[in-house]
Every structure is written in C-alpha cells, then in structure tokens.
C-alpha cells in the first residue's frame, strides 16, 4: 500500500481538541481546534464524552477536506475514562478527567497492594488513573457491574471510546492502557488480577491494538494509529531511538526517555509502553514537574511582569532568589503531594523580575531533578529535546543543559504531539518502522557550559532546598 502526501491526525486534551493534516517532517498544512470544556466540583473534574467525540469528528472532517489523506491517527489525553454501551457507542457516564481526583479515598484504601501495583504496572497507585474512576463510574450505571460482565458496556479511557465513534468498535493501545492500572506491563496485555482488585470485569475492558497499524476506517479512510499524547510527542521529538528524551512545558512539564525494547525501572519514576507496532513496543521512563507554567503564570501574574522580555535574558542562579516550585505538590522522582512551594534568597531588595527569575530557575532544576534520576536507571540521554511555549526562554533552555551536563535541542515546531502520531499513522499505513525514525527539526541547540565543580555546588544546594521544601 503506498502512502498519500498528508496524513489527518487529531489530538484531544485537557484543554482543546486539535486537529491538522500534515506530512512525517511535521509541517502543518491545516490547523483546527475547538475548547474543551470540564465541569469541576469537589474534585470532580467531567467532560462531556459525547461533546468531546463532537469535536473529533468536526474537526477531523476539515482536515480531510484538505487534501488527499492516506490515513488518520489519533492522540489523545491519558487517564481520563468513561462508561458506554458497546453496541449503540453512546457515553452512559461523563468523562472523568485524569485530573479528577475524587476517588483519593478509594485509592488510599488500597495502599497495601501499592507494591504489587507498582511491580505489575510500572506506575504509582494514585487516584489520577482510570481503575478506581472506572469502578465508581460503573457504579453510578444501573445494573452497572453486572451489564459489564455480560459485556454489554465498555468501561475504558477516552481514546477507547474515540476509536469507537470512528472506526465503530472500543479499542485502544499500551500506552492508553497502561494508564488504567489494569494492564500488565511485562506481559503486555490486561491483569486479570489487577481487574479483580480494581472490581473492573475482564470483558468490559476494550480490545487491545499496536499503536501503529490498522484499526478500521474512518469516511473510508483507514485509521492506522492511536497513542497516548506524552508518548506521541516523545515520537515526535524522535524518540523511537534510545537515548532521546523529550521535555514538553505546559501547565506541568512532562519528562519522558526512550528505553527501547527493554523495560526499565527507578522508584521515583515510572514505567510505560510508548508505542507499539507488528514489530513489538517501545518502553519509556516518566517523570513529571507538577507545576511549570502555572508556576510561571502565577509569579507573573504576583509581580506584574510579562515575559515578554525574557526571550534572550540570562538566568545566573547566584544573583536569584531561588523558587522550589511544588505548587501542587512534588512530582518525580521525590513524590511528595503534600510539599509546598518554597523560597530561599528573599530579601528587601529582591525584585518582581528576581522572582519570576527564581521560578524559572526552579522549573530548571525540577527537570535535571528527572533526568539526574533517569541516567541513575541507567537512561544516560544523549539530547534532551524540549517544546511547549517557555522553550521561547533562552535562559531556562540554557539552565537545562548547563545544570544537567546534557545538549538542549529546541523544537522548530511546538506541536511535537501532532507530529508524532502523524508517524505512527504513516507506519502502520505502510507497515515501515523506518518511518518513526526520522529526526525532528530543530530550531536551536545548546551545548552544556558549565564546569563540573559548579554543577555539582548548585546540584547539591538544590537537593538540599528541595528536601527542606518536602519536610515544610
């Protein structure tokens, strides 16, 4: 089968629905996105699953009529799940956002099996995965548990029920779900231990695909990808290769690395298929910065200073206050959800351009704090290639590197998710894993600069600042 010149992907999130048609280079030929909008209540945080679905095929329809397209695929937001029925595809519950966190409670309940969660899935037991969601969501459903394992409903993550609307069955892919804590990384398919545990029936749960390959078709077009939107991105940064790593600046900062066919572990990270295709999967390690632009966003917003002019300025750590930045608590690799943001260096001639400074000198470290973690699961990156907005800030680029002793490369295009899954579907079209090789363009790079006495002095007074940040 040969492969068309555009290939219509869309990635659905949080906050907007996108959707492009696009070549493997990454260039963008047409753009579209709609707002995403939640509901949020006592922890609560719901999408409108059939507004969502809406969305995708409104917006998929556009870039079809682009061009001609040899295939489609699709991202979308990991974690956040729902409850249809299987025959009509129609949502029976709303979606629940991977932000909700309204089944802390029935998480906590189950710490003892923490461990064996950990060992199975290569993620932490927290309430921000689907399993306990799901529970509670067939719960709501009359007859709930019960049409479920008769298999009359689906109970899964969003991208599931995606694939339903297009291509007319549930279905979905490791990455997506290995974010339910029902899916067993070694063996690769879902636990049925970890299903009794979690009181989801086996048969609720959608079918299993490669995330590259054919999953149906589309207005005759054959849909020949789907992926989790961290590990697109980490394809498009050109993480199909071991030794990428992959930042993206957004509310949070995700840090991913590419680990090749084999599994790899540390306790402050986690663990996860990135993609996989007829060939087999690709594994990554995961850390999360909890609060970068919103960290950002809020020291703005506190001093009245806009970024505007911090495209070129230099960060010089010794001549800024410095902003542990866990606003909403620390993520990898130290996991503590109860830290605070914390300020060290204050002082009456401390300016609002210091602080915002600060903070992003913390989002700095927090990201080396990933990487250092990573290199010790023995992921030494050869390049860390970041995207996302605050990229635009040289000095925060150049912290990156200088700190972590590892070159920087500044994405040419931000959207690194579209790009990604804009490979996936032209390798499952043509069947070529060549295609998930191909290098993204680069806008800037930088080369680490500091010696190693000084790495090693702000290194270990951050350590220091952050364990301080944790016992506050």
């Not at 009359?152 to 892919?173: C, I, K, N, W, Y």
Request: contains cysteine; proline residues 4%; aromatic residues 6%.
């Amino acid at each position: 089968m040969s492969t068309a010149l555009y290939y219509a992907v869309v990635d659905q999130g949080s906050s907007a629905t996108k959707a492009a048609l696009c070549d493997t280079s990454g260039r963008i030929f047409f753009e579209g996105s709609e707002a995403t909008a939640r509901s949020i209540r006592e922890g609560r945080v719901e999408l409108d699953a059939e507004s969502v679905a809406d969305s995708v095929e409104r917006l998929l329809d556009h870039a079809i009529a682009g061009g001609p397209v040899g295939a489609i695929g699709l991202t979308c937001q990991r974690s956040t799940c729902l409850v249809w029925d299987r025959e009509s595809g129609q949502a029976l519950t709303p979606a629940l956002s991977w932000q909700d966190t309204s089944q802390t409670a029935r998480t906590e309940a189950l710490a003892r099996h923490a461990d064996d969660v950990a060992r199975r899935t290569g993620l932490r037991l927290s309430p921000h995965y689907a399993a306990t969601k799901l529970a509670r969501l067939l719960s709501e459903v009359p007859d709930g548990p019960a049409r479920a394992a008769q298999g009359e409903l689906v109970a899964g993550t969003l991208d599931a029920f995606l694939m339903h609307r297009l291509t007319g069955s549930p279905a979905t892919e490791p990455g997506h779900a290995g974010r339910t804590l029902l899916y067993g990384l070694r063996q690769g398919n879902w636990d049925p231990e970890l299903c009794k545990l979690f009181g989801i029936p086996l048969g609720a749960l959608p079918t299993l695909r490669t995330s590259a390959g054919y999953w149906g078709t589309y207005r005759g077009i054959p849909v020949c990808a789907g992926a989790g939107d961290q590990q697109a991105a980490l394809v498009g940064h050109g993480g199909w290769r071991e030794g990428i790593v992959a930042v993206h600046f957004g509310t949070g900062a995700f840090v991913l690395a590419a680990t090749g066919p084999r599994i790899q572990r540390h306790a402050g990270l986690l663990s996860a298929v990135m993609a996989s295709t007829e060939g087999g999967r690709r594994f990554q390690l995961e850390g999360s910065v909890n609060s970068a632009g919103s960290a950002v966003e809020w020291a703005s917003r506190l001093t009245g200073e806009t970024l505007a002019g911090w495209e070129d300025r230099e960060l010089v750590p010794e001549r800024l206050p410095w902003v542990v930045p866990a606003f909403a608590g620390l993520g990898a690799p130290w996991w503590q959800p109860r830290a605070r943001g914390f300020v060290r260096g204050l002082s009456v001639a401390t300016r609002g351009a210091d602080l915002v400074g600060g903070v992003l000198f913390g989002v700095a470290m927090r990201v080396v704090d990933n990487l250092e973690a990573m290199a010790e699961a023995g992921t030494r990156p050869a390049v860390v290639r970041v995207s996302g907005k605050l990229t635009r800030l040289a000095g925060l680029v150049d912290l990156v590197a200088d700190a972590s002793g590892v070159p920087v490369e500044v994405a040419l295009h931000e959207e690194a998710g579209l790009a990604g899954i804009c490979r996936l579907a032209a390798a499952g079209l043509a069947g070529d894993e060549a295609l998930l090789s191909l290098e993204p363009s680069v806008a800037r790079r930088r080369d680490p600069r500091w010696s190693a006495d000084r790495v090693r002095e702000i290194r270990d007074a951050w350590r220091a600042l952050v364990r301080a940040a944790a016992a506050s």
